[in-house]
Nanobody, 125 residues
């Protein structure tokens, strides 16, 4: 079992950058795929990025490809989301989630077993 805790959100201007961190407690962090999702007001939770348990495989939402980078440090039980060239449409609460490795790398919320409480990212124009 892991418990993700996000940090690093905040207010940034259009074109700026933020790095989100997700520290997960538990001794089996490296056994989980780790994903980032976001949810804007009035919208459904949306997949943003995922990294496999090893870090060798990553997947992204099309609209963030080339701007966001997901990475993980299993020695620190931490996953990161580097966000560059931010746009107003990136404004949302960002959630970190952990998925057991059975059944592949999930890209929908239903595929994840443990969730953090979220961190707000606001991009102002």
């Amino acid at each position: 079992q892991v418990q993700p805790v996000e940090s690093g959100g905040g207010l940034v201007q259009v074109g700026g950058s933020l790095r989100l961190s997700c520290a997960a407690s538990g001794r089996t962090f490296s056994s989980y795929h780790m994903g980032w999702f976001r949810q804007a007001p009035g919208k459904e939770r949306e997949f943003v990025a995922v990294t496999s348990w090893s870090g060798r495989t990553t997947k992204y939402l099309d609209s963030v490809k080339g701007r966001f980078t997901i990475s993980r440090d299993n020695a620190k039980n931490t996953v990161y989301l580097q966000m560059n060239s931010l746009k107003p449409e990136d404004t949302a609460v960002y959630y970190c989630a952990a998925a057991r490795t059975e059944g592949g790398i999930p890209m929908t919320p239903r595929g994840y077993d443990y969730w953090g409480q979220g961190t707000q990212v606001t991009v102002s124009s």
